[in-house]
């Protein structure tokens, strides 16, 4: 997306900042910045201030990025690569059956990081790509979600895929495993935007605002819920979708 240097900007990287951002080039400086008024006021941010801010002229922005909206999304995919860098997950395609609770538990520590990680003092640029992460994934932009599409649906996959492994031939129902889908989905985005419900109600305790702890709640839950489900799903087929009816969609296993 980026395809000038400073040299070939030549007079409209007119103005120079100075401190650590003066070692950036006028590209790297514009997301930086552009990243944490977009994370602040979303797409209504104007060039004009982004650039006021960056140290460089409006051109600037058509000229390495075409326009505001390709800018935000550079800053998007920016704060998306990053977090998938600091918090990768664990590789689950040769993951036994008896391996699969350790998986889904790296799994969903990482993916409680992703969401809500603190950013270190030094570090200011994850606290924005934190902000602009929900904030797309809460109310995507034009363009946006087509974007984000791709990563979370292979990151989809794979949870979908240790679910299946852990509910066995037996229980791997669609109903069954959706629902189980959608309760880790919701429990992992409730640990950021449930943040001031939870002091609301003094649910605020540590174990819910450390994102590896809450990863390990959550994992023994859903690992709960397996269990008795193996154990007493012939009792609870009543209040269970009819295991008859229900689809057993292959969901790869191994």
């Known amino acids: 997306m980026i395809h000038r240097s400073d040299r070939q900007l030549g007079h409209e990287a007119a103005i120079e900042p100075s401190g650590s951002e003066a070692s950036q080039s006028t590209a790297e400086r514009l997301v930086e910045v552009a990243g944490r008024i977009f994370a602040a006021k979303g797409s209504d941010a104007t060039v004009r201030e982004i650039c006021k801010e960056a140290g460089c002229s409006v051109a600037a922005v058509n000229y390495y990025f075409g326009d505001k909206n ?24 040769e993951v036994t059956a008896n391996e699969a609770p350790a998986a889904l538990r790296s799994f969903l520590q990482a993916i409680a990081s992703r969401i809500a990680a603190s950013a270190e003092p030094s570090d200011s640029s994850l606290a924005w790509q ?29 949870l979908e895929q240790l679910v299946a492994k852990l509910l066995g031939e037996e229980l791997n129902a669609t109903e069954i495993r959706e ?74 296993t191994d």
């Open 70 to 93: 390709q800018l935000y999304q550079h800053c998007v995919q920016t704060a998306c690569e990053r977090k998938q860098k600091l918090f990768p997950l664990p590789d689950v395609r």
């Open 130 to 158: 934190n902000t602009l992460m929900m904030r797309e994934v809460l109310s995507p932009a034009s363009g946006v979600m087509e974007m984000l599409k791709k990563p979370f649906a292979k990151d989809f996959m794979m």
């Open 179 to 252: 629902e189980l889908l959608t309760q880790i989905l919701s429990r992992c985005m409730f640990l950021k935007t449930g943040k001031n419900l939870r002091k609301m109600l003094s649910l605020d305790s540590n174990s819910n605002e450390d994102p590896r702890l809450y990863a390990n709640r959550l994992c023994d839950s859903i690992l709960l819920q397996i269990q008795a489900l193996k154990t007493f799903s012939p009792s609870m087929s009543a209040d269970w979708p009819d295991q008859e009816n229900s689809t057993k969609e292959s969901v790869p």
